[in-house]
């Protein structure tokens, strides 16, 4: 017994032991989200990519050649529709290969790759970079992860609509990893090169997805390929033509889904929205600020407190530099609020639920990230400054009490702030157990059971009885908007209205 009490006495398995039970708390606030998953059902948009998808639908068609007659149907959306070809392209594909009737994949998509990037891009940055353990790595980011998860500004729209959390989530998570990728690109030593060609091409294959996704993520993107483009060819002086190269790709693509013809469409429709470019880009800067001010809970002011001794001990293992706090802090902020451009300049709004949810994703980098970066300038300009509990090998179970004391209150606030309701695992618990989101999926099956009578060709339809929050995003309408009318097209209807 006195062996076991001095080991975990020692500083790693205390933090492992945090790393562990951190992991723990990740699973069980997952559980009732994938749970809750096979009750998902299509909405909106889905329709619409249903239909311009018939092509895919062809019986005996190969997956690939599903996939190959997708890039075709992609190109219609560029010329009429939307620019970005391959969100366009891995929506209708998933719609085709796996069907409305597996559309509980749905999160297998969107969730899971965000996860795993997030993870991904930690393991670059701070185990690769910095030289930090396995737990530390863990005890930094999977906190960030469950926040991101756990309080999304809309869960549906992050992670169970199709169209929306494809065009947002999934991009999102292709944008980390392609950041975690350039950044292990340049650290990395010599035995990487016997890698790198295949980095370089996955990474130009991301450029070319990124490219033709949404502008939110895409502007962000334009930013951080310049930036590594420069400092490759001014600082590092590493891969150099490979970087220039890349950004040269991504701007190429990014301009092909600007300059569509379907995104000329849509901004004609909205120019009365529209603001001028300068105007746009300092409402940008207000609106990304109000939006910083206005999340920074109790429980992200709570987690930004607990990582100092965790940043402080991974600084250490390095003699790096960290200069010009301040100005990274203004760099940082800009490509942060670059973000809020796009649908400032097209639209003069915040953006959508779907679009919010990114810039919650990043506002905790960006806050964390700031707050490693200064840390590492006060060690570096005051190398005798003590952290508590930051250089002491602390006693069992002090660390682990005091991070499962920081993980209990972080919950509890959560809990608090949105009375239990929209925090996503207690939310989609509560549904699945009283059988909510049973009943919805039920009344959904009903629906299409109407749908596919061909002894119907005008549908009513009953509104659903209830609304599950993790998976209710929109519903068919009392007249006929074009939700109704694209489902309509795609089942061989006539009318499809709601009833009053």
């Not at 509990?389 to 069992?396: L, S, Y």
Request: contains cysteine.
């Amino acid at each position: 017994m006195i062996k076991i009490v001095k080991r975990l006495m020692q500083q790693k398995n205390q933090e492992r032991l945090v790393a562990l039970g951190l992991l723990a708390l990740l699973f069980i606030l997952l559980i009732p989200l994938l749970i809750i998953s096979k009750y998902n059902s299509l909405a909106v948009d889905d329709y619409t990519y249903l239909n311009i998808a018939q092509n895919g639908l062809r019986e005996g068609q190969s997956v690939f050649g599903v996939l190959f007659t997708q890039m075709k149907n992609s190109y219609e959306c560029w010329s009429t529709w939307q620019g970005q070809y391959f969100v366009n392209w891995l929506i209708m594909s998933f719609l085709v290969v796996f069907g409305p009737e597996k559309y509980y994949l749905v999160i297998v998509f969107t969730l899971i790759p965000l996860l795993l990037a997030e993870l991904y891009l930690a393991y670059v940055v701070l185990v690769k970079g910095f030289g930090a353990t396995g737990s530390q790595m863990l005890i930094v980011i999977v906190p960030i992860m469950i926040m991101h998860f756990s309080v999304p500004i809309s869960l549906v729209e992050a992670y169970y609509w199709l169209s929306g959390a494809v065009t947002y989530t999934t991009t999102y998570a292709i944008s980390l990893v392609s950041i975690a990728l350039m950044v292990d690109l340049m650290i990395s030593a010599d035995a990487w090169k016997k890698r790198a060609i295949f980095v370089e091409v996955v990474l130009l294959l991301f450029s070319v997805c990124l490219g033709g996704s949404n502008f939110v993520p895409g502007l962000f993107m334009l930013l951080v390929f310049f930036l590594f483009a420069a400092y490759s060819l001014f600082v590092k002086h590493r891969h150099r033509i490979f970087y220039v190269i890349n950004l040269l790709v991504f701007v190429a693509c990014f301009l092909v889904t600007a300059l569509s013809p379907g995104a000329t469409n849509r901004r004609t429709e909205n120019a009365d929205a529209a603001v001028p470019a300068v105007k746009a880009i300092f409402l940008s800067l207000y609106e990304a600020s109000k939006f910083v001010k206005a999340w920074s809970f109790p429980f992200v002011i709570l987690l930004l407190l607990a990582m100092i001794p965790v940043f402080w001990k991974i600084i250490k293992k390095k003699n790096m530099r960290f200069p010009l706090p301040l100005l990274v802090l203004i760099i940082s902020f800009g490509m942060y609020a670059a973000q809020f451009t796009p649908n400032q300049f097209a639209l003069g709004i915040v953006g959508a639920y779907r679009v919010q949810n990114i810039y919650r994703y990043q506002m905790l980098f960006l806050l964390l990230g700031n707050e490693f970066y200064i840390l590492g300038y006060l060690h570096r300009r005051f190398p005798n400054l003590k952290i508590p509990f930051a250089d002491k090998i602390c006693k069992f179970p002090f660390v682990t009490v005091i991070y499962g004391f920081l993980a209990t209150c972080a919950v509890f606030l959560c809990m608090c702030h949105y009375a239990g309701s929209t925090l996503s695992s207690l939310s989609a618990y509560r549904d699945v157990r009283n059988g909510f989101a049973q009943q919805y999926y039920n009344e959904y099956l009903e629906r299409v059971k109407m749908f596919e009578d061909d002894t119907i060709q005008d549908v009513v339809l009953k509104p659903f009885s209830y609304r599950p929050y993790a998976l209710y995003f929109y519903d068919f309408q009392y007249s006929h908007t074009w939700t109704n009318e694209d489902a309509a097209e795609y089942y061989g209807k006539n009318t499809i209205i709601l009833q009053r």
